[in-house]
Nanobody, 124 residues
Framework: QVQLVESGGGLVQAGGSLRLSCAASGHTFSTYSMGWFRQAPGKERDFVAAINWNVGSTKFADSVKGRFTMSRDNAKNTVYLQMNSLKPEDTAVYYC?????????????????WGQGTQVTVSS
């Protein structure tokens, strides 16, 4: 069983930054691709970013390109989402997800494991 625990959410003003972390346990972390998704109240869950397990290739939603970066530290079994130039529309619960294999996927249905989420609120 894989456990994912997100942290780093909070309240920030527009234009500010936050770094989310997702700590994984219970599997060989380095062989899993990881994703970040978010869900705002009353809206569907949306893809934010993904990173594969081997070469560290990344993929981002158009809405966050140039503002967010994603990285991983396999030695610490942790992935990070650095969020800069935050906007009120980035307000959501952010979820970390894991899937086996190296292909980057933007569909949450391709992910096997999910964290409990961390709230990010951006005030205007």
């Amino acid at each position: 069983q894989v456990q994912l625990v997100e942290s780093g959410g909070g309240l920030v003003q527009a234009g500010g930054s936050l770094r989310l972390s997702c700590a994984a346990s219970g599997h060989t972390f380095s062989t899993y691709s990881m994703g970040w998704f978010r869900q705002a109240p009353g809206k569907e869950r949306d893809f934010v970013a993904a990173i594969n397990w081997n070469v560290g290739s990344t993929k981002f939603a158009d809405s966050v390109k140039g503002r967010f970066t994603m990285s991983r530290d396999n030695a610490k079994n942790t992935v990070y989402l650095q969020m800069n130039s935050l906007k009120p529309e980035d307000t959501a619960v952010y979820y970390c997800a894991a899937r086996s294999g190296g292909t980057l996927r933007i569909d949450g249905g391709n992910y096997n494991y999910w964290g409990q989420g961390t709230q990010v609120t951006v005030s205007s």
